[in-house]
């Protein structure tokens, strides 16, 4: 991706840009999903090496191909690549918009499916899916694909509790600041494929599952909700979560039934650690946040900045970590700490945003705009927020740019940041200021990233 075709205006006028969009388009290359398959299968003959581990392919009666995420058409385009017409048959979900112009075979089928709000096509997509696996033996070999999105792409609702219903826990869910880890939780609990369960329409199948993470600390049972890999939570932990943030009484009733009788124990339990469903699973993640910001560490020695990653683990309220990142940066740029300049600090993770107003923008749209009044009157520094799949929120805007001139530039066409923010309107802020970064979707997801930079 040519990061320095979509500078935004404050980029341009200024001499860094070009080198700040270097830096980021490496850290996106570094994690493109059909480079990261390639760099995970290797087949020689029959032989198919994953990870180190050989699959002779000789012993397999059919290779089928499943999945879900935003980068689900390129990670299935590297696997064609390396298995060819040993392939059978192929259903992957992917969020709607990304499926594209390809080379897979008519073997492989991409559909897609709407993101965050689960819709009709990703139930749909799923049946199919289970109905793809419904007689898989042994002597099958299944590959799954596992990207950002997954979760709400790949799904099956218990019975009892309706497509409506899990649409409106999500809306619910989204809006009340919880994690993505408490978010997947419920999701696990109210969903046939989700907390490893998809292993048991596989097996027994051997299964290789290749994820692409954007999960903060790539927790394989967190990201796209674990289909494929044990679930330590229980029915008890996802009413406890329903629970803390107070939200029980917004709660559709047939998932609070559900959940409630799942937790005396007349539900059966997701799959836990230690059962032998999942010794025929193979678990591999092959790219991450951390993939990405030591991409951007190298680009940004080379283009001599001082440069470190100063953490893969950012989480928090969207606004407030926009003002910590600001007072970090204004380290930088009085006292040459915690690295002189010309300096580039990277920060990977996924914050959130608590919803009190009607605006339109995302959480790094809002950790930008948290930032604005701490950065403004320094010289020579920028801090640029990215999304890495290029949707941050419901807007076509990817991140955004700040600068010590930032907040003097909105005050001159009335913009007032505070207002902004009381109404999580990050969009309108910098929409006007040209300083909204808008790459498009990109074919990877691996959380978001900050960049604080420091000019000589």
């Known amino acids: 991706m040519d990061i320095s075709r979509l500078m935004t205006?404050?980029?341009?006028?200024?001499?860094?840009?070009?080198?700040?969009?270097?830096?980021?388009?490496?850290?996106?290359?570094a994690v493109n999903p059909q480079t990261a398959v390639l760099h995970c299968l290797k087949r020689e003959d029959t032989q198919l090496e994953v990870n180190r581990e050989i699959y002779d392919l000789n012993t397999f009666d059919r290779v089928l191909l499943i999945g879900a995420g935003k980068a689900g058409q390129p990670m299935s385009e590297g696997v064609q690549e390396v298995l060819g017409d040993r392939l059978d048959r192929g259903l992957v979900i992917v969020k709607e918009g990304y499926k594209t112009k390809n080379n897979l075979t008519g073997r492989i089928n991409i559909v897609e499916?709407?993101?965050?709000?689960?819709?009709?096509?990703?139930?749909?997509?799923?049946?199919?899916?289970?109905?793809?696996?419904?007689?898989?033996?042994?002597?099958?070999?299944?590959?799954?694909?596992?990207?950002?999105?997954?979760?709400?792409?790949?799904?099956?609702?218990?019975?009892?509790?309706?497509?409506?219903?899990?649409?409106?826990?999500?809306?619910?869910?989204?809006?009340?600041g919880a994690t993505i880890?408490?978010?997947?939780?419920?999701?696990?609990?109210?969903?046939?494929?989700k907390g490893g369960q998809l292993a048991r329409f596989t097996s027994p199948?051997?299964?290789?599952?290749?994820?692409?993470?954007?999960?903060?600390?790539?927790?394989?049972?967190?990201?796209?909700?674990?289909?494929?890999?044990?679930?330590?939570?229980?029915?008890?932990?996802?009413?406890?979560?329903?629970?803390?943030?107070?939200?029980?009484?917004?709660?559709?009733?047939?998932?609070?039934?559900?959940?409630?009788?799942?937790?005396?124990?007349?539900?059966?339990?997701t799959p836990k650690p230690g059962e032998q469903l999942f010794a025929k699973v193979n678990n591999i993640i092959v790219g991450s946040n951390r993939?990405?910001?030591?991409?951007?560490?190298?680009?940004?020695?080379?283009?001599?900045?001082?440069?470190?990653?100063?953490?893969?683990?950012?989480?928090?309220?969207?606004?407030?970590?926009?003002?910590?990142?600001?007072?970090?940066?204004?380290?930088?740029a009085i006292h040459n700490q915690p690295i002189p300049r010309p300096a580039c600090i990277i920060v990977g993770g996924e914050t959130t945003v608590t919803l009190r107003g009607d605006g339109l923008g995302g959480r790094n749209q809002e950790i930008a705009?948290?930032?604005?009044?701490?950065?403004?009157?320094?010289?020579?520094?920028?801090?640029?927020?990215?999304?890495?799949?290029?949707?941050?929120?419901?807007?076509?805007?990817?991140?955004?740019?700040?600068?010590?001139?930032?907040?003097?530039?909105?005050?001159?066409?009335?913009?007032?940041?505070?207002?902004?923010?009381?109404?999580n309107d990050a969009y309108n802020f910098f929409d006007p200021l040209g300083d909204l970064l808008k790459t498009g979707p990109t074919p990877t997801n691996v959380n978001d990233l900050a960049f604080l930079f420091a000019f000589e």
């Open 113 to 176: 499916a709407r993101h965050p709000i689960p819709d009709i096509r990703g139930v749909k997509g799923t049946d199919e899916v289970i109905e793809l696996l419904e007689n898989t033996s042994q002597n099958d070999l299944v590959i799954c694909l596992i990207s950002g999105g997954g979760s709400a792409l790949l799904v099956s609702p218990v019975p009892g509790v309706s497509l409506q219903d899990l649409q409106r826990l999500t809306e619910i869910l989204l809006a009340s």
């Open 9 to 29: 205006r404050s980029m341009k006028s200024q001499s860094w840009g070009l080198k700040s969009a270097r830096i980021m388009e490496a850290a996106l290359n």
């Open 181 to 193: 880890n408490e978010i997947n939780t419920l999701r696990k609990h109210l969903d046939r494929i």
């Open 291 to 332: 993939t990405a910001s030591q991409a951007a560490l190298e680009q940004g020695l080379k283009e001599g900045f001082n440069t470190c990653v100063l953490s893969n683990f950012l989480q928090g309220e969207a606004s407030q970590v926009g003002k910590f990142l600001a007072t970090i940066l204004r380290q930088v």
């Open 369 to 423: 705009l948290g930032s604005v009044e701490e950065l403004d009157g320094l010289d020579g520094i920028a801090l640029i927020t990215l999304a890495t799949d290029g949707g941050d929120g419901p807007s076509d805007a990817a991140g955004a740019v700040v600068t010590g001139k930032t907040l003097k530039h909105a005050l001159t066409l009335d913009l007032d940041p505070q207002s902004f923010l009381a109404r």
């Open 205 to 269: 199948a051997k299964m290789i599952s290749l994820i692409l993470s954007d999960v903060v600390g790539d927790p394989l049972d967190v990201i796209a909700s674990g289909p494929t890999v044990p679930d330590g939570t229980t029915f008890k932990n996802a009413l406890a979560i329903l629970e803390h943030y107070q939200i029980e009484d917004q709660i559709p009733a047939p998932i609070l039934e559900y959940l409630k009788i799942g937790e005396a124990g007349m539900v059966e339990e």
